[in-house]
């Protein structure tokens, strides 16, 4: 009876012990919240692939060097989160002063199904979520290589299905002004993501007019 008691104890702990370490500690309690983790503690670099958005231009990310990038991934055919994701990032485009759309911060919603995804759909779903094209643009990559070394550093898992749908993971990416990924948002606190967004682009404006009073 004793040896069993022990016995039982030392799988528990055992189990315990695997659970710990399957969970980075504690800290992660699916492996959603692990894999978010891990992001913001690498901080990938967004690559330099080229977008062609819902207006037909084509540009290389660079285009947003120097400002905070707020992104999303998406598929137009989607009819279930992805709506809900850019109702979400609509609502957090709204809360953010005008003074800094376009200035200090860009709204990106980038589509992993380009040869569906053309601009013209992309285009129609821009109006449909208020976006305008330019603070806040709708875009593809149709370089397929480029698009999925994004996907993968930036730990976004997107498997396709025998209907040409795809289950993905969700959230809201926060990339600052030299292209680095600095925070992965739950898509669903919308008050606490624009809270975050604002607290940054407000340190960000006051950081830079002291530097300027010293100088």
Aim: charged letters at 25%.
């Amino acid at each position: 009876m004793k040896q069993t008691k022990i016995s039982i104890t030392v799988i528990l702990l055992f189990g315990l012990g695997l659970f710990f370490f399957g969970i980075d500690g504690f800290q992660a309690f699916t492996t959603e919240t692990a894999r978010t983790h891990k992001l913001i503690e690498q901080q990938p670099t967004f690559p330099n692939v080229e977008l062609e958005d819902s207006k037909k231009r084509t540009y290389s990310f660079d285009e947003f060097k120097g400002k905070y990038v707020f992104i999303t991934f998406i598929y137009t055919a989607c009819t279930d989160v992805c709506p809900q994701l850019e109702l979400n990032m609509y609502e957090v485009y709204k809360q953010i002063p005008e003074t800094y759309k376009g200035e200090d911060i860009v709204f990106l919603s980038i589509s992993f199904d380009p040869k569906n995804d053309t601009p013209e759909v992309l285009e129609r779903y821009r109006e449909f979520f208020h976006s305008d094209g330019e603070t806040w643009r709708m875009a593809r990559i149709n370089d397929e290589e480029a698009l999925q070394n994004l996907l993968d550093s930036f730990g976004v898992i997107v498997i396709p299905d025998e209907n040409g749908h795809f289950q993905h993971n969700s959230a809201f990416y926060m990339v600052d002004r030299e292209g680095t990924l600095i925070d992965v948002l739950d898509f669903t606190e919308i008050d606490e993501a624009a809270e975050t967004v604002n607290n940054l682009l407000q340190t960000d404006r006051s950081t830079a007019k002291k530097g300027g009073e010293s100088s």
